[in-house]
C-alpha cells in the first residue's frame, strides 16, 4: 500500500514534470561525460600498459652517427641496464603507384631471424621475413590501410641514393608507432609516411654499417636511475656522433598518446563538475519554491504527527529521482558515446586491440557524485522544511523587509528607473541566491566556452603556423649537411620562386638539475618563408 507521502511525491512530480524533465537532462549530461571520458581514458590506459609489457617497450633510446658494435659490452655493464639492441635507422624516399607525392618512410633493422627484441612487431597480416632475402619488408599497418597495400604488393623506395624495389610480406604494428608520424608533424599523414621494417644485413649493406648501427634502444631493470644510465651512455656515445640519448617519456610515439590521455583525465574531471554543479544550483531552486508554496502542507502534516525526518527525507527524495532518471540515461548515453570514442582514438592509435570496456566503480562513482550533487542543491531548501512549526507555517511568509539598496544610499535614487530600483533591492536583500545565480550562469557558459575552445585553438595555430610562421610550399631535408651551393641547383628547378636554407641541430638545455632535449634552427635572417615572430 502506498502512503500518503508517497503519493503526494508522485503528484508532486507529476505537477513539476517539466522542471524535473530539466534536472535529470542536465545531470544526465553530467553523467554521460564522466562515464564517457573516464571509461574511454581506463580503456585506453589499459591497453596502453599491456601492450607496452607484452612487446617490450624500450625504457631508454639513443641515436648515433655510426658507433660499432664493439662497445656494446660497455653500454651493458652499465648498472641498471638490462637489455641492449642495436639497430640501424634511416628514412628513405619512397615511391608509391597512383600517388603523386613522394613519401618517405622510416626504416628500421630487424633480425633476420625472428627472436623476442624491444620493441617488438605484432603481425597483422601476412609474415615475417626470412632470411637471406634483402628484399622483404614489413610495413606499418597504418601505412598498408591508408594505401590499400597488402602483403605480395611491391613498392620503389631510395635507399642512400639507391632505388631499390621492395616486396612487402606483411603489415605489424609496434609499441613504438602507436601514434604514427613524420618527424616534426603534429598529426599522422599515412598517405605519404610509414614505418617499414627490414633486414638487418640489407641496411647495412645500403648504409655501409656492417658492424655497426645508428640507433640503440635499452631496457632497464627494476629500480634503475634513468638519469645515472642517460649519462654514462652519452659519455660512451660521444665519440660516435651521439645526439643524446633520452627516456621513453620523450619518445614521439609515447609523447602524444601520454599527454592526450592526461587531458582525458582532466576534461573527465571538470566537465561533469559544471554540469552537476549546475544540477545542484536547480534542484536548490525547484525544492526552494516548492518548500515556500507548500508552507500550509507542511503545517498540515506536522499536525498529523509526521515528524522532521520524514518531511525532510520526502522533499529529498524528490531531488533524488529526478536525479536517479538522469543518471540512469547518462549512464547509457555515456557508454554508447564512449564506444563511439574509443572507436575514433583506434583510427589514429594502432592497437593491436583496442577494447573497451564499462568499469563498474565507473558507474558507482557516477552514481555517488549526481547523488551527492542533488543532496547538496536538496540541503537548504530541506532543512527550511523541517525547521517549520506548524503554527508558523499555516500563516502566509512574511513580507520581505525592503530597504534602500547601496545604488540609493549613494544618491542614485533619481537617476535609476523603478525595475532597476526594484531589481538591486532583491539583489542585496538574498546576496546567497544572487550569488548562486550568477556562479550556474558562468558555469552554464563556461560549457559553451569548453565546447568551442578547441576550435578556435586549432585554427588559431593553423593561422600562426602555416601563415604567419612558416610560409613555405615545401620542404627539402638532407641526411647530410649540404654546400651552400645546393640552394642555387633547387632554385634551378621548375616552378621554384624562392629558395631559402636552414639548418636543424638536436640538443639538450640544461639549467641545473633541468635539461630539456630539443632543436636549434638556423634560419636566414632575411628570410620571408621562416619567420620568427613575437607574441
Known sequence: ?????????????????????AVALVVACGVSSFVLLRNTYRSLLATQTSYYSEYRFADIFAQAKRAPVAILPRIAEIPGVAFVQPRIVSLATLDFPGVEQPASG??????????????????????????????EILISSALADR?????????????????TRLQIVGTALSPEFIYEIRPGDLFPDNKHYGVIWIGREALESAFDMDGAFNDLAISLAPGANRQRVIDRLDA??????????????DQTSNYFITNELAELKVSGTIIPA???????????LVLSRLVRTQRDQIAVLKAFGYGDGAI????????LLAVSGGTALGAAVGWYFGLQLTELYAEFFRFPVLSYRMAPDVLIYSALISFGAAAVGAWVAVERAVSLPPAEAMRPESPANYRASIPERLGLKEALPLSIRIISRNLERNPVKAALTI???????????????????????????????????ANVIFNEPRPARTRFEVMSLPGVMKVEPYRTVPVRLRNGHRSRRTALLGIDPDGELQRIVDS
Open 236 to 249: 660512451i656515445l660521444e665519440d660516435y656522433g651521439g645526439l643524446g640519448a633520452y627516456t621513453r617519456d
Open 106 to 135: 622510416l626504416m628500421i633493422s630487424i633480425p633476420e631471424v625472428r627472436a623476442p627484441m624491444l620493441n617488438d612487431l605484432h603481425i597483422v597480416r601476412g609474415r615475417y621475413i626470412e632470411p637471406g632475402k634483402r628484399d
Open 1 to 21: 500500500m502506498i502512503s500518503p507521502l508517497n503519493r503526494k511525491l508522485f503528484r508532486d512530480l507529476l505537477h513539476m514534470r517539466g522542471q524535473v524533465i
Open 147 to 163: 594505401n590499400g597495400f597488402k602483403p605480395g604488393d611491391a613498392i620503389s623506395a631510395v635507399i642512400n641514393g639507391k632505388w
Open 274 to 284: 559544471i554540469f552537476l554543479g549546475v544540477t545542484a544550483f536547480l534542484i536548490h
Open 439 to 473: 556562479l550556474g550562469i558562468a558555469l552554464s557558459v563556461s560549457l559553451l566556452i569548453v565546447g568551442f575552445y578547441f576550435f578556435d585553438a586549432i585554427d588559431q595555430i593553423i593561422e600562426i603556423q602555416f601563415r604567419t610562421t612558416f610560409r613555405e610550399d
Open 312 to 319: 525532510g527525507w520526502h522533499y529529498l527524495k524528490l531531488a
